[in-house]
């Protein structure tokens, strides 16, 4: 996870970051350790109950489809769902990328990875924008 959280801090230089489907927050742990505010959130309550202590305070549950009092919070400039919208119906994937983008501040960029799956993988990532890498990053 700190692999992750260098690159992610190198190639977005984010001050505030939400992860949505954050497991036991071992992600949320390394982005704090490079400096950044992180935070996230898990469908699974075992998962928030059992988050890593150096998270735990920073894990929360939601639904990535309702997130309730999450959408109140000051904006976050990077927002990640990793290996996590393909869990969900491929007709509810537009709704969980909107509910994605409130939390998100002007500029902001969401880092999503979605493997292709089922007869709509198409369909799914032409919802997805994505960006290249900077050269420095290639």
């Given at each position: ?14 001050r505030r ?47 990535i489809l ?22 969900l119906p ?49």
């Amino acid at each position: 996870k700190r692999v992750t959280a260098a690159m992610l801090v190198a190639a977005f230089g984010p001050r505030r970051a939400m992860e949505a489907g954050c497991a036991t927050g071992l992600l949320v742990k390394a982005l704090r350790g490079a400096g950044v505010d992180a935070r996230g959130f898990d469908f699974s309550e075992w998962c928030v109950e059992n988050a890593h202590p150096a998270a735990k305070d920073r894990v929360a549950w939601a639904d990535i489809l309702d997130l309730g009092a999450l959408a109140a919070e000051p904006p976050y400039d990077l927002v990640l769902t990793l290996d996590i919208l393909e869990h969900l119906p491929p007709d509810k994937v537009p709704a969980a990328l909107d509910n994605l983008t409130r939390l998100m501040a002007p500029g902001a960029a969401l880092f999503a990875v979605i493997p292709a799956y089922g007869p709509n993988a198409r369909s799914i990532h032409s919802t997805c924008g994505f960006r290249p890498l900077p050269p420095e990053m290639s």
